[in-house]
């Protein structure tokens, strides 16, 4: 199965600063890798798929990079409401996991 | 507007069983495959379940394989998963998700999701 390894675990920033998450995979995934946000009690929220492609509604300030096994998530101005948990996933093969995922805390 | 409603959770005894309901409106039902995921309090998300839109192709993970069957009803709009055999590690929120492929080269992703039931196995 293909290992996703999310890092830093936690982040801690102030609104207005960039954010950047990493997702290495154990293999390659290909650019099939999506970016999720979860906040307690709420459904998780597709933001990213294909490694670089916008969800609807998604506003700009969220871009995804990369391809084969190293990807980013970068938040490019932080708003209070991006605070929240997010996660990888791969859809190369199956199972399809989601990384552990990164917390993005307010500092 | 799209909705996934997930129905059923409960607290249950450790090797009970369970049925979950998740029922779809806002969108033809029959088109899409659809998944389970569930997040274990303070743990992360997991993938569980997988079903095409004709039932033809099924996954589990190796988590629940054996023990959670999933199915569909397309003329009710309804997404199940029965869980036998259950255990305390299936205690978590679990969520039911449409998928969608937006390129034609790309993958499969989870655009809507309800906002989950919660399955208790404590004694």
């Known amino acids: 199965e293909i290992v996703l390894t999310q890092s830093p675990a936690t982040l801690s920033l102030s609104p207005g600063e960039r954010a950047t998450l990493s997702c290495r995979a154990s293999q390659s995934v290909g650019s099939y890798l999506a970016w999720y946000q979860k906040k307690a009690g709420q459904a998780p929220r597709l933001l990213i798929y294909d490694a670089s492609n916008r969800a609807t509604g998604i506003p700009a300030r969220f871009s995804g990079s990369g391809s084969g096994t190293d990807f980013t998530l970068t938040i490019s101005s932080l708003e209070p409401e991006d605070f929240g948990v997010y996660y990888c996933q791969q859809r190369y093969g199956w199972p399809s996991l989601f990384g552990g995922g990164t917390k993005v805390e307010i500092k | 507007e799209v909705q996934l409603v997930e129905s059923g959770g409960d607290l249950v005894q450790p090797g009970g069983s369970l049925r979950l309901s998740c029922v779809a409106s806002?969108?033809?039902?029959?088109?899409?495959?659809l998944i389970w995921v569930r997040q274990a309090p303070g743990k992360g998300l997991e993938w569980i379940s997988y079903i095409t839109s004709t039932s033809g192709t099924i996954y589990y993970a190796d988590s629940v394989k054996g023990r959670f069957t999933i199915s569909r009803d397309n003329a009710k709009n309804s997404l199940y998963l029965q869980m036998n055999s259950l255990r305390h590690e299936d205690t978590a929120v679990y969520y039911c998700a449409r998928e969608k492929k937006w390129e034609v080269r790309g993958g499969y992703y989870s655009d809507y999701w309800g906002r989950g039931t919660l399955v208790t196995v404590s004694s």
């Open positions: 806002g969108f033809t039902f029959s088109d899409y495959t």
